[in-house]
T-cell receptor
């Protein structure tokens, strides 16, 4: 089966500019996650979608970050305006569904590396 | 709240030597536990998981991990390390929310 697709793989922007990342999950996976991975740290959850609804966005900096998952498939994560501390790898992951044994095994994409100058 | 501690930032082993990466978790009930591996420029790949049952779980690439409830640990082991095992290893825990929380990772360096 095809994996989780993400684009772009790399992006360099100036601070205060905007950027958008795209994710296409594994077909049939109802749950989609965006994680932020800062260099030297583990991934930190930004937002979780179940189909096209938000399950958890408690750690999403909503003053500058937004995400949507139209039609319950693809998702876009946007940052506007970007700050220096947003430099990180943005990982998209998907799973079959949320909850239950065997249901929260995440499959990750390769990530989108953002550098903010 | 759930959390994971990986006390070792870097581990260096010789090729062919055994490996143990430490992971301690904090969660009030029985957790779901995972080990993921991340090669440079890649996403995270699942090595193994523990949901219930046998506390010794086998994974891909010859890795295994043991769940020890009394020690709140889920250490990853491999009897003989190959150069291709050099990567970043992440332990993760999920509980009632089913959303994994990751540790900061341990970087494995393999000497020839």
């Amino acid at each position: 089966e095809a994996g989780v697709a993400q684009s772009p793989r790399y992006k360099i922007i100036e601070k205060r500019q905007s950027v958008a990342f795209w994710c296409n999950p594994i077909s049939g996976h109802a749950t989609l996650y965006w994680y932020q991975q800062i260099l030297g740290q583990g991934p930190k959850l930004l937002i979780q979608f179940q189909n096209n609804g938000v399950v958890d966005d408690s750690q999403l900096p909503k003053d500058r970050f937004s995400a949507e998952r139209l039609k319950g498939v693809d998702s876009t994560l946007k940052i506007q305006p970007a700050k220096l501390e947003d430099s990180a790898v943005y990982l998209c992951a998907s799973s079959l569904r949320s909850g239950g044994s065997g249901a929260n095994v995440l499959t990750f994409g390769a990530g989108s590396r953002l550098t903010v100058l | 709240a759930q959390s994971v501690t990986q006390p070792d930032i870097h581990i260096t082993v010789s090729e062919g030597a055994s490996l143990e990466l430490r992971c301690n978790y904090s969660y009030g009930a029985t957790p779901y536990l995972f080990w993921y591996v991340q090669s440079p420029g890649q996403g995270l790949q699942l090595l193994l998981k523990y949901f219930s049952g046998d506390t010794l779980v086998q994974g891909i690439k010859g890795f295994e991990a043991e769940f020890k409830r009394s020690q709140s640990s889920f250490n990853l082991r491999k009897p003989s390390v190959h150069w291709s095992d050099a990567a970043e290893y992440f332990c993760a825990v999920s509980g009632g929310s089913y959303i994994p929380t990751f540790g900061r990772g341990t970087s494995l360096i393999v000497h020839p």
